[in-house]
């Protein structure tokens, strides 16, 4: 079955980039689906905060649009996140889903930002 | 883009129904059928239950059912169960080509 799995850096520093990747199993991201960021900061719901097409398009939430970056690589059959000039208010579980009905997710990874 | 519009919380006794409400504007919720709810339990990844308003994915129970009537979608949990505590979010796609969550809706059974 297809599965999503986060990975990357549990801390970043203010003002640093923040990279977190989605590996995809048991199915080919360059066959179809958007592939979706969605992030819940500790006490908070959940914010969509973008998604990328297997054709590379993309789509973010405008307000953190000048900030994110999200990127496909269909050679390594997975998708990947980039948030600039984090601050505190960045913290946060993200995780990854298959858009656009957000079926399957990823299990959360949790990103702290602090020095 | 503003969230949509949930009640904080709703509660209920086993058995009970409830209905809880997603408002938004006719820019999202009102201006496609692309809104899904979800079930979130703290620590978990969320799931989906209701998906394009009113169709529900294999294996979610029927005690689970969607609608939407101009701005607001409901989400409607019939027979009350103590495993439906948790919280629910809905979402909606929007005129700019994205999507914004609700505010969330913590669930309890009493």
């Known amino acids: 079955q297809v599965q999503l799995q986060e990975s990357g850096p549990g801390l970043v520093k203010p003002s640093e980039t923040l990279s977190l990747t989605c590996a995809v199993s048991g199915y080919s991201i360059s066959s179809g689906y958007y592939w979706g960021w969605i992030r819940q900061p500790p006490g908070k719901g959940l914010e969509w905060i973008g998604s990328?097409?297997?054709?590379?398009?993309?789509y973010y939430n405008p307000s953190l649009k000048s900030r994110v970056t999200i990127s496909i690589d269909t050679s390594k059959n997975q998708f990947s996140l980039k948030l600039s000039s984090v601050t505190a208010a960045d913290t946060a579980v993200y995780y990854c889903?298959?858009?656009?009905?957000?079926?399957?997710w990823g299990q959360g990874t949790m990103v702290t930002v602090s020095s | 883009q503003s969230a949509l519009t949930q009640p904080a919380s709703v509660s209920g006794s086993p058995g009970q129904s409830i209905t809880i409400s997603c408002t938004g504007t006719?820019?999202?919720?009102?201006?496609?059928?692309?809104v899904s709810w979800y079930q979130h339990h703290p620590g978990k990844a969320p799931k989906l239950m209701i998906y394009e308003v009113s169709n529900r994915p294999s294996g979610v129970s029927n005690r689970f059912s969607g609608s939407k009537s101009g701005n607001t979608a409901s989400l409607t949990i019939s027979g009350l169960q103590s495993e439906d505590e948790a919280d629910y979010y809905c979402?909606?796609?929007?005129?700019?080509?994205?999507?914004?969550f609700g505010t969330g809706t913590k669930v309890t059974v009493l």
């Open positions: 006719s820019s999202d919720v009102g201006g496609y059928n692309y």
């Open positions: 990328i097409y297997h054709s590379g398009s993309t």
């Open positions: 979402t909606s796609y929007t005129s700019s080509s994205t999507y914004v």
């Open positions: 889903a298959r858009e656009p009905g957000r079926d399957i």
